[in-house]
């Protein structure tokens, strides 16, 4: 393309009209204004088109030498070599973002952290607002939240550029128990049972990567560390305290049939977990939705445990109690739309905030309520709306900026 270019130019140009052909004329008296105005023009898309081809070849780069750029799944990743992530701080440049190490962190499993693993490295509304709850009413308790980088073609650029002071990340950096953890994956899974899996990238051609990358990594994490884990549409409406909340499955309906994966506690390294974390590694389905989350544990509890279906008195397992599904699943998955649906002080409305009133979290069931319309906390006559304003009010007050 360049040659034929540069063909352009010497039709246009010095070549049009040589020296030998007219031996009386400078060079200067053959550059007609008409020649001096094609060649011109034909230089201007040389440099347009060489400039065009460097680009391809080596686009520049825009991160600049204190900002953080990290790949994700294809073994180079930016991060310090020991670390399994960075503490991001909305006050100071990525290339100033803390180490996090959960294998040398002082972890508790007074912990609650959160997983969110779409590669947005973003929290919607609802997201925001599980994440704030849990913190307003825990300020003794260290809340972590876990983002998946930016994907973009295998690799995540994280410059300051992509971070002009969200709203999530200036809500969730009013709370000083809060910590927004970039994970680096690679080093994440590194030595552990599940870095084969991880690896080997099977499920990343999955429709369900974003739900299995979050059913292996949260069950990952509990394992390092304990702790609380809440999924981001748990909304907290109360403080967790008391024996309770430790080493607890939570059922996530009243027919008690199946174990939810998105509430547990169990302390550093259970030997649930662990099974768990052997399971996952030997018995991945990429075709499956639910399997590798709440019917595994379920599983699992069956045969380690000897726990039936409805019957919460049948577990043998001494280390391990079961909460009902009132604790976090006040309203069940059928009948979730009540809470979005407008209340207009009916019954239905004022018996379901009374029943939340023995609840210590509430589940929104994000996937279901947000494919019917955006979540808006400013519904002031909305279940969820009620509930918003009094356990996320700082998320609430940036309602706005989040559907901006």
């Given amino acids: 393309m360049i040659i034929n270019i540069w063909h352009w130019i010497r039709v246009a140009g010095v070549d049009a009209a040589s020296p030998s052909e007219h031996p009386q004329e400078s060079l200067i008296d053959m550059l007609t204004p008409k020649k001096l105005s094609r060649l011109f023009l034909r230089l201007v898309i040389l440099v347009f088109f060489v400039s065009l081809a ?100 295998g690799c995540s650029i994280r410059p300051s550029t992509l971070f002009q002071s969200p709203p999530w990340l200036d809500v969730l950096s009013r709370y000083p128990n809060v910590d927004v953890i970039l994970v680096n994956e ?3 899974f590194a030595g552990t049972q599940l870095r084969d899996w991880y690896e080997k990238g ?12 979050s059913d292996y990594i949260r069950i990952l994490t509990l394992y390092k560390g ?12 109360k403080t967790y305290q008391g024996d309770k909340f430790r080493n607890c499955l939570v059922y996530d309906s009243s027919d008690m049939n199946v174990i939810s994966s998105g509430v ?5 390294e259970h030997w649930l977990m662990a099974k768990m974390i052997r399971l996952l590694a030997e018995e991945y389905d990429p075709s499956e939705f639910v399997f590798h989350g709440s019917q595994a544990i379920s599983s699992l509890m069956d ?6 279906q409805t019957d919460p008195t049948s577990n043998t397992c001494k ?7 009132r604790f976090f699943f006040p309203i069940e998955r059928p009948f979730s739309q009540v809470l979005y649906d407008t209340m207009a002080n009916s019954t239905l409305g004022i018996d379901i905030l009374s029943r939340m009133k023995k609840s210590y979290g509430a589940h929104l069931w994000n996937s279901m ?13 909305s279940i969820w709306g009620a509930l918003a304003r009094v356990h996320c009010p700082l998320t609430v007050a940036r309602t706005s900026q989040f559907y901006s």
């Fill in 226 to 237: 304990g702790g609380l884990y809440l999924d981001t549409d748990i909304l907290t409406l």
């Fill in 319 to 325: 280390d391990i109690h079961l909460l009902p599904s």
């Fill in 54 to 153: 460097l680009f391809i070849v080596s686009p520049p780069s825009f991160v600049s030498d204190t900002e953080v750029v990290t790949c994700v799944g294809n073994g180079h990743p930016f991060f310090p070599p020991t670390a399994d992530g960075l503490v991001m701080d909305k006050d100071i440049q990525p290339g100033q973002w803390k180490s996090f190490d959960s294998a040398h962190t002082n972890l508790t499993d007074r912990r609650i952290f959160f997983h969110e693993t779409s590669g947005n490295a973003q929290l919607n509304f609802q997201q925001c607002c599980a994440v704030e709850s849990a913190a307003k009413h825990n300020p003794d308790r260290p809340v972590q939240l876990f983002l998946r980088p930016v994907v973009n073609y």
């Fill in 369 to 381: 309520a947000t494919k019917q319309r955006p979540l808006l906390a400013t519904d002031y006559e």
């Fill in 264 to 268: 547990m506690h169990l302390e550093r």
């Fill in 186 to 188: 690679d080093r994440y």
């Fill in 303 to 308: 045969s380690s445990c000897g726990m039936t």
């Fill in 202 to 213: 099977e499920w990343l051609k999955s429709l369900h990567e974003v739900a299995h990358l």
